[in-house]
């Protein structure tokens, strides 16, 4: 398993932009797959971009297609995650997760779970 840090959230008005990052620490990090996800009050985790070693495999929830961008650095142990023209209803906490399986949307299959930043977007 690998320990997973995230950071960047905050509070940011409709139409703004945020750089997500997860710092992670373990020397097999290039070994999985990242995934990003995001929870909502009430709402269930969702999937919302993840990405394999390379860099060259990535996917992204259709929600988010083209708004948001994931990426990696395996030389610095983290991957990010870009978000553009943020909306209110992109609220959440947001979550790195690393997947010894491949980039899957369902989250049982993620294995190191981060703490969680929160993402706020005013209207």
């Known amino acids: 398993q690998v320990q997973l840090v995230e950071s960047g959230g905050g509070l940011v008005q409709a139409g703004g932009s945020l750089r997500l990052s997860c710092a992670a620490s373990?020397?097999?990090?290039?070994?999985?797959?990242m995934g990003w996800f995001r929870q909502a009050p009430g709402k269930q985790r969702e999937f919302v971009a993840g990405?394999?070693?390379?860099?060259?495999?990535?996917a992204y929830a259709d929600s988010v297609k083209g708004q948001f961008t994931i990426s990696r650095d395996n030389a610095k142990n983290t991957v990010y995650l870009e978000m553009n023209s943020l909306k209110p209803e992109d609220t959440a906490v947001y979550y790195c997760a690393a997947s010894p399986v491949g980039v899957k949307k369902a989250p049982v299959y993620y294995n190191s779970w981060g703490q969680g930043t929160q993402v706020t977007v005013s209207s």
């Open positions: 373990g020397r097999t990090f290039s070994s999985y797959c």
């Open positions: 990405i394999c070693w390379s860099g060259d495999s990535t």
